[in-house]
């Protein structure tokens, strides 16, 4: 009897169908549960695919999603940075804050849709402290500009700009609650909505008025217990309106397809932009489609992904994709967007018409949107339904008749529901995972004693922005030699180590110079040249000074061969063209350079019988001294990039109107051939400096040339890094230049026209690359609206285009009075009807 129990039991252990149940219930067990906090995600595959630069973070992590990854490791110090600053502020120990932070952690951790992430309890604590407290005192800076008067991020244009991406990534977020509960400590008559708005008043795509109606409308739900769970949530609560407001029907029928702007428009439809609280309100009535204005910038697709992405995860109603995909459906061309321009719905920031086109041809692609989940189909359906009406069709023949005698004879006018709020409890953590909280406060206040600038008041040589190199690298990467430490060791620069050996050992016998004394001298400054670099020099001691050493002493004799001669015809690089320019490419480039404190140093051993090392200098650049500058002892430079970029900015004050510097608010310029329609004449300036556009007798637009060569893109790629990377808003004197040139040259006609002019000197062949260069040197730089160099002047050129007088002068000078013979003939063509009107008039009398 025992052992037909015992073999009964040895079954049941080995039964493979009992044990799958088993283990199926235990993973079941282990399975994390979703809060119904969750509202931070990961975005999903098939979106990230179609354009994976919108939801990666490029300079700083937010939350545990992108925590630790190498690219974001720089910016962790400077998050310390700001956390002893908001200590200062408070005025609050440390140690008060952990205490705070140790209650949020479970709650916080639940936002998150992955919550298995590999971070302890007290590492996620940290995280929350560190990156809220960055978030808030940011926000704080932005508000106060006093405040950010040193700060390393808004005193550099191009890494505010990168943090102000990094801020409305789905994946780069903390929960909304932990920002308010930090919030709350600091003592002060403002709000934190004040401080979000005005930070993210560039991110969100509206005007000033609607802007302003978005916030007291969003204000008013605030107050009424809306819930927010991040700060991308937020950004989508402004852009739309509560169900009540926007009554939209949905479900009604499948949308087969909607007509073009350009259809709708050449059909008597008309558009107009209305002014709602709401960026996605469309109505339309009676063949009138009101729409909210929209300004569509470099923000606009970034700004636009994540929050369709944050609906596809989180929302029921997917009220921004049902919006881009509507724009999508009516915008089809260029012309469209033209259509919607002139009509003051769109504010084209971006560039092109065609890429505003673009942007939203492929905005929704990879999108999933239900029929019953669009929010626009009945407004759909009665456009098509309206657009195929017979009465409709002869109302677009005749509007297409009345078009055309506008155009030719009469001017050319233009035509104008969130979740239920979840309740705020706290719960008990189930156990303590801060045994000692002053243990980890004084940890944390060693890290921040430790912490160091993120670049020191010397730094003046940077790594081109990723976001900038990327539209061409080659034009910031050296051909033929490096140059300091950036590209120092890469096998395709091994070939030139050799001559710069040779360069650099014929230098020390021409000035009698020993080894063991420029080292010394170099060592001296080791500190200051790698405090002169925008990132960690990772080479030892030696090698740096070595490096250091080697490479200007290589410049010096180079400078030497080339200015003062004797060697050229023995000299391989002198005496061949191509390696000679592949080398003046490279000693420009912004990544390729060495402080110029350490070729003077050097230079200064050597007998007092040479030239100054500036003067030398400006002998071997002298090609690009247009404004035939000299070199004095108080022109400063820190590296050859500075001194070309100083070659090129003002030499004498500016015109007055360029310093009534104020917010331009339209960037939306009239085009070179706009301007010529109006009677706009275009003059070459005799000013060497490119600087110098004056609209003189507000009529001629006198612009100093500028030629257009091979080398040219490379030259101002770098130069404009280095403004974005090192100046001041104020000083993107080339940024602010090239932007201009780039809005009025958009076409090649209108290249054309400053090619016959004389204003650009074309060595690139046809105009249509011109045009293409412009815009892609622009691409990526930022433009600050508040101190934009040429401010005055474009109010100047939009105020002439806007004056209908001038484009009636200029219609009859082009088309009745350009040659004697039409002069004559239209004369007598007036002075004939004026006879037979006089004829007309005095024959009714007579009868009388």
């Avoid at 975005?43 to 919108?54: M, Q, S, Y």
């Avoid at 989180?314 to 049902?322: N, Y």
Wanted: aromatic content about 12%; charged content about 25%.
């Amino acid at each position: 009897m025992g052992s037909d129990q015992n073999s009964v039991t040895i079954d049941i252990k080995q039964d493979p169908w009992l044990e799958l149940s088993t283990t199926i219930k235990a993973k079941l067990d282990k399975l994390p549960r979703k809060s119904s906090e969750c509202c931070i995600y990961r975005v999903p595959e098939k979106l990230r695919k179609t354009r994976e630069a919108a939801y990666t973070p490029r300079i700083v992590s937010i939350g545990p999603l992108h925590r630790g990854q190498p690219h974001l490791l720089a910016m962790e110090e400077h998050k310390l940075r700001y956390l002893s600053c908001f200590l200062e502020r408070t005025n609050t120990g440390l140690a008060s804050y952990i205490d705070l932070v140790k209650t949020w952690e479970q709650r916080a951790r639940s936002c998150y849709q992955d919550i298995n992430f590999d971070l302890t309890e007290v590492e996620f604590a940290e995280m929350l402290l560190v990156d809220g407290i960055f978030i808030v005192e940011l926000l704080l800076k932005s508000y106060f500009p006093k405040m950010n008067h040193e700060d390393e991020i808004f005193s550099r244009q191009w890494m505010a700009v990168d943090v102000l991406h990094d801020m409305i990534l789905l994946e780069n977020q903390v929960p909304f609650f932990v920002l308010e509960g930090l919030f709350h400590t600091i003592e002060g008559n403002f709000d934190i909505l004040d401080l979000i708005f005005k930070y993210f008043k560039p991110v969100v795509p509206t005007n000033e008025d609607t802007m302003y109606m978005l916030k007291m409308s969003y204000r008013e739900r605030q107050y009424n217990q809306m819930k927010i769970w991040h700060l991308v949530d937020l950004l989508r609560a402004l852009c739309i309106t509560p169900h009540h407001e926007m009554p939209m029907s949905k479900g009604r029928g499948k949308v087969k397809y909607t007509p073009t702007v350009t259809d709708l428009h050449a059909a008597g439809f008309q558009f107009k932009a209305a002014k709602c609280v709401s960026l996605v309100k469309i109505d339309y009535w009676k063949s009138e489609l009101k729409m909210s204005p929209i300004v569509v910038h470099e923000w606009t697709e970034c700004f636009f992904r994540n929050l369709i992405a944050y609906e596809h995860c989180h929302k029921e109603d997917k009220r921004i994709s049902s919006y881009v995909i509507f724009m999508d459906s009516i915008i089809d061309t260029a012309k469209d967007v033209e259509v919607l321009e002139k009509c003051e719905i769109i504010q084209n920031r971006l560039g092109e018409y065609e890429d505003v086109s673009n942007l939203f041809n492929t905005l929704h692609k990879e999108t999933i949107t239900d029929d019953n989940e669009f929010l626009y189909d009945r407004i759909c359906i009665n456009l098509d339904k309206n657009y195929k009406f017979n009465t409709v069709r002869w109302r677009a023949t005749c509007h297409k008749w009345k078009k055309i005698l506008d155009r030719d004879y009469f001017g050319n006018p233009c035509t104008a529901a969130d979740k239920e709020e979840q309740p705020m409890t706290s719960t008990k953590l189930p156990r303590n995972p801060f045994p000692n909280p002053n243990l980890r406060a004084i940890q944390m206040k060693e890290m921040i004693e430790r912490s160091m600038p993120f670049a020191s008041p010397e730094c003046c040589i940077y790594r081109v922005p990723e976001t900038i190199a990327n539209v061409n690298a080659k034009a910031y990467k050296p051909r033929l030699v490096s140059i300091g430490p950036f590209h120092y060791g890469l096998k395709k620069y091994k070939a030139m180590e050799g001559q710069k050996w040779q360069y650099a050992g014929a230098y020390l016998r021409r000035a009698r110079l020993s080894v063991e004394q420029c080292d010394e001298a170099v060592r001296k400054l080791e500190k200051k040249a790698r405090n002169s670099y925008a990132e960690p020099i990772m080479l030892s001691s030696d090698v740096f000074a070595t490096m250091l050493l080697v490479d200007a002493c290589f410049i010096i004799e180079l400078f030497l061969r080339s200015c003062l001669g004797g060697q050229k015809n023995q000299d391989l690089v002198l005496r061949v063209p191509r390696l000679f320019l592949d080398l003046d490419h490279d000693l420009i480039l912004l990544e390729n350079q060495v402080p110029f404190f350490i070729l003077e140093e050097i230079y200064n051993l050597s007998p007092p019988s040479f030239p100054t090392m500036l003067e030398l200098t400006f002998a071997y650049f002298k090609g690009y001294n247009k404004q035939n500058k000299q070199p004095q002892p108080e022109f400063e430079i820190k590296h050859f990039t500075d001194l070309l970029r100083k070659f090129h900015i003002q030499l004498a004050p500016a015109p007055a109107h360029q310093f009534q510097r104020k917010r331009m608010e339209n960037f939306s310029l009239p085009r070179a051939t706009e301007l010529d329609a109006t009677g706009a004449i275009f003059e070459k300036d005799s000013s060497q400096c490119w600087l110098d556009i004056q609209f003189a007798n507000n009529k001629k637009l006198k612009i100093p040339q500028l030629e257009i060569n091979d080398g040219w893109e490379s030259l101002i790629r770098n130069l404009v890094a280095f403004e974005q990377c090192h100046c001041l808003q104020r000083e993107y004197y080339l940024s602010d230049y090239i932007s201009f040139i780039k809005c009025l040259a958009k076409t090649p006609k209108d290249v054309d026209l400053f090619v016959q002019n004389g204003i650009i000197v074309n060595w690139l062949g046809d105009n249509e690359p011109v045009s293409n260069l412009l815009h892609r040197v622009c691409a990526n730089i930022v433009i600050s609206p508040s101190m934009f160099y040429y401010s005055g002047l474009c109010e100047e050129l939009i105020a002439y285009c806007k004056k209908p007088w001038n484009s009636y002068k200029a219609t009859l000078k082009r088309d009745y009075f350009k040659k004697p013979w039409r002069t004559a003939t239209t004369i007598a063509v007036v002075v004939l009807l004026l006879l037979t009107c006089m004829q007309t008039i005095t024959s009714i009398s007579v009868k009388k």
